[in-house]
């Protein structure tokens, strides 16, 4: 199931104040860098959880509703469902009711629970529902603190060895930071 990013986040989960005190750098000529580096270190720690961290929207784009009655959100921890809508024949959007849908945001990967006589099916085989859902924790004072932390090594280390392409493992401190938070696909 495609998913599109609409709205990206509205900032880093770590300043750059914040990440030039860790790093111990006074001055502001390596400003740009570190936010470069903050932001791929956030980039690592979201991939390899397969959360977001700062809230964003996203689109699920659906061929068809799932026999199921839930989809599992391939976006998250899941927070709300902002619009749903099919598509006709003709390609015409039709908007859904939200509140045709519960949502289990408590559980990652979150779920959208939906009646089947609550929907409209689709009039196109390809891509003919889209779902546009809100993920991550919420602002940056939200990200839950060992996933700042493994943000905040990941810099540290990036910004120490910047001369040096790394395609290693994880070092150990940071997986074990962020090992609670996988969320693991069946």
């Known amino acids: 199931m495609p998913t599109i990013l609409l709205t990206p986040s509205a900032g880093e989960p770590l300043s ?9 750098v006074e001055h502001d000529g ?27 929207t996203w689109r699920v784009v659906l061929d068809r509703w ?7 959100s ?4 899941l927070r709300t469902l902002e619009a749903a809508r099919v598509f006709a024949a003709d390609g015409t959007p039709v908007a859904l009711d939200v509140d045709a849908f519960t949502l289990n945001t408590a ?13 409209a099916e689709p009039g196109r085989a390809l891509a003919g529902i889209e779902l546009d859902v809100t993920a991550g924790y919420g602002d940056a004072e939200d ?4 996933l700042v932390q493994a943000i905040r090594l990941l810099l540290a280390r990036a910004y120490e060895h910047r001369e040096e392409v790394r395609t290693d493992a994880l070092p150990g401190a ?6 609670p938070f996988r969320v693991i696909s069946i």
Do not use: H, M, W
Not at 16 to 24: D, S, T
Not at 74 to 77: A, E, F, H, M
Not at 174 to 179: D, E, K, N, T, Y
């Open 107 to 119: 559980s990652v990967p979150g779920v959208i629970a939906f009646g089947r006589a609550n929907v």
């Open 66 to 72: 799932p026999a199921s009655g839930r989809i599992v």
């Open 16 to 24: 750059i104040a914040e990440a030039k005190q860790f790093l111990r």
């Open 30 to 56: 390596d400003d740009a860098l570190i936010a470069a580096l903050i932001a791929a270190a956030r980039n690592v720690v979201e991939v390899t959880t397969r959360r977001v961290l700062v809230s964003q």
């Open 174 to 179: 940071v997986a074990s930071l962020i090992a």
């Open 143 to 146: 990200v839950p603190a060992p």
């Open 74 to 77: 391939p976006v998250n921890p």
